[in-house]
T-cell receptor
């Protein structure tokens, strides 16, 4: 069966520090991968998606970047965090065979202080 | 462009009462529609989905939703609320963009179940 992992689960970082969040998927090949952010009291905002290694599409211009160094690994990064980067970050995946729904990881709670 | 509107950011029901969470969508093509549930500090879990075929779809935990094209709605219902149903619920519509299908989410409805 397929599983999706995110780490760390929680993170507290000072403003101006770098960020690296990791997402890995097991049990499937060539998934589409997604990064979402959920700010307090708000819905989900799609940040990036990837259909293959090295292929990244950005949905919102911002202080963040994404990379996909391996087929089932998706990384969200920042060189310098802003207060507004605080939120709950969710990774998700799907494939053509999964009938277009997405499956979500457990999330990472990021607090920028 | 596709969009989703969830009416009511907060809904409270008594335990045992009917749960009704409203979702309306706009789409230029036949949509794929989804309901997800999120418990505090967890990821989203798929409750149910509509792609094609029967317009009344049943999901997990006793929830169901009906696709009504004429009303552009996909409301979520459960006949009898349970305390464990307290969570945030998101309606979503699927959009094909480039090589991937993306989900556009509503802003969510927080369901509170009162004892």
């Amino acid at each position: 069966s397929q599983t999706i992992h995110q780490w760390p689960a929680t993170l507290v970082q000072p403003v101006g520090s770098p960020l690296s969040l990791e997402c890995t998927v097991e049990g499937t090949s060539n998934p589409n991968l997604y990064w979402y952010r959920q700010a307090a009291g708000r819905g989900l905002q799609l940040l990036f998606y990837s259909v293959g290694i090295g292929q990244i599409s950005s949905e919102v211009p911002q202080n963040l970047s994404a990379s996909r160094p391996q087929d089932r690994q998706f990384i969200l990064s920042s060189k310098k965090l802003l207060l507004s980067d605080s939120g709950f970050y969710l990774c998700a995946w799907n494939t053509v065979d999964s009938r277009y729904e997405q499956y979500f990881g457990p999330g990472t709670r990021l607090t920028v202080t | 462009a596709q969009s989703v509107t969830q009416l009511g950011s907060h809904v409270s029901v008594s335990e045992g009462a009917l749960v009704l969470l409203r979702c309306n969508y706009s789409s230029s093509v036949p949509p794929y529609l989804f309901w997800y549930v999120q418990y505090p500090n967890q990821g989203l879990q798929l409750l149910l989905k509509y792609t094609t075929g029967a317009t009344l779809v049943k999901g997990i935990n006793g929830f169901e939703a009906e696709f009504k094209k004429s009303e552009t709605s996909f409301h979520l219902t459960k006949p009898s609320a349970h305390m464990s149903d307290a969570a945030e619920y998101f309606c979503a519509v699927s959009l094909f963009s480039g090589s991937a299908r993306q989900l556009t989410f509503g802003s969510g409805t927080q369901l509170t179940v009162l004892p």
